[in-house]
């Protein structure tokens, strides 16, 4: 698949749909992935709050993308992803080995599990094919973390008031600037790729969605957990059944 620059003499050939900012295109085409995506990812992180070991098997998962894409960028034959690669900050890769040395220490396994080796060999598939197909997951795991992302380190920050072990999540640039750059280098790429190419991009910012849900889909959670959960909220439905009682008793005696 060969990437093809078009040239355009004046906006008026624009169509409707060429006006649209690309990142904005991939975000509506990636709308329900996400939605479901973000849904998992919440769910999963959330309990590892309250248990580190689900926590630190997520970071582990994504230490594995973010750690690809980073060697990706750096290599001199990818010459359309050195751009994100410029983007102060931008890298993860040492800060995911952070966060996991502080809770399994510096001997930690880097095995791949079945969905680790799945999203491996689909990205290094992707690179030998094209590299510009390395683009949506570079745009959307980095927009993840950069936004989800920060909501997560400041819960696992309340759970664990040290907040060791969210060095993954930390940036020490602005946010906001990143989250702008990397949105910017994304539409110029896509300015100059060809039609086919575009909707090439736009059908793998999906497989991101995908694959992520595989890797959180595979985080066990402890029965033990699940357990205190259960109990938690049927504690809560006991709660509000006697509550609800008892206001009704009380408006029978005033009225």
């Given at each position: 698949?060969?990437?093809?620059?078009?040239?355009?003499?004046?906006?008026?050939?624009?169509?409707?749909?060429?006006?649209?900012?690309?990142?904005?295109?991939?975000?509506?085409?990636?709308?329900?992935?996400?939605?479901?995506?973000?849904?998992?990812?919440?769910?999963?992180?959330?309990?590892?709050?309250?248990?580190?070991?689900?926590?630190?098997?997520?970071?582990?998962?994504?230490?594995?993308?973010?750690?690809?894409?980073?060697?990706?960028?750096?290599?001199?034959?990818?010459?359309?992803?050195?751009?994100?690669a410029q983007?102060?900050?931008?890298?993860?890769?040492?800060?995911?080995?952070?966060?996991?040395?502080?809770?399994?220490?510096?001997?930690?396994?880097?095995?791949?599990?079945?969905?680790?080796?799945?999203?491996?060999?689909?990205?290094?598939?992707?690179?030998?094919?094209?590299?510009?197909?390395?683009?949506?997951?570079?745009?959307?795991?980095?927009?993840?973390?950069?936004?989800?992302?920060?909501?997560?380190?400041?819960?696992?920050?309340?759970?664990?008031?040290?907040g060791k072990?969210?060095?993954?999540?930390?940036?020490?640039?602005?946010?906001?600037?990143?989250?702008?750059?990397?949105?910017?280098?994304?539409?110029?790429?896509?300015?100059?790729?060809?039609?086919?190419?575009?909707?090439?991009?736009?059908?793998?910012?999906?497989?991101?969605?995908?694959?992520?849900?595989?890797?959180?889909?595979?985080?066990?959670?402890?029965?033990?957990?699940?357990?205190?959960?259960?109990i938690f909220?049927?504690?809560?439905?006991?709660?509000?059944?006697?509550?609800?009682?008892?206001?009704?008793?009380?408006?029978?005696?005033?009225?």
């Amino acid at each position: 698949m060969s990437t093809k620059v078009e040239n355009h003499d004046s906006k008026n050939e624009l169509s409707p749909i060429e006006e649209i900012k690309f990142t904005e295109r991939m975000r509506k085409a990636t709308r329900k992935e996400h939605r479901i995506s973000d849904s998992l990812i919440n769910a999963k992180m959330t309990i590892g709050m309250t248990d580190s070991k689900v926590w630190v098997e997520g970071l582990r998962r994504f230490y594995v993308v973010f750690q690809y894409l980073e060697i990706a960028m750096k290599k001199e034959e990818n010459n359309n992803l050195h751009k994100f690669a410029q983007i102060n900050g931008l890298f993860r890769t040492q800060n995911f080995e952070s966060s996991l040395r502080h809770y399994l220490g510096d001997k930690w396994s880097s095995e791949l599990t079945k969905a680790m080796a799945e999203y491996s060999n689909y990205l290094i598939n992707l690179e030998k094919e094209n590299h510009v197909l390395l683009t949506p997951f570079i745009y959307h795991m980095y927009m993840g973390i950069l936004s989800g992302g920060q909501i997560l380190m400041a819960k696992q920050r309340m759970a664990f008031s040290d907040g060791k072990g969210s060095e993954a999540f930390y940036f020490d640039v602005n946010v906001r600037e990143a989250k702008n750059q990397l949105r910017n280098e994304m539409n110029e790429l896509a300015e100059k790729l060809d039609d086919e190419t575009k909707l090439r991009l736009l059908k793998e910012s999906k497989m991101v969605y995908l694959l992520n849900n595989k890797l959180v889909k595979e985080v066990k959670v402890p029965t033990e957990v699940l357990l205190i959960k259960l109990i938690f909220i049927v504690g809560i439905f006991i709660f509000v059944i006697i509550l609800w009682k008892v206001s009704k008793k009380f408006l029978m005696v005033l009225f």
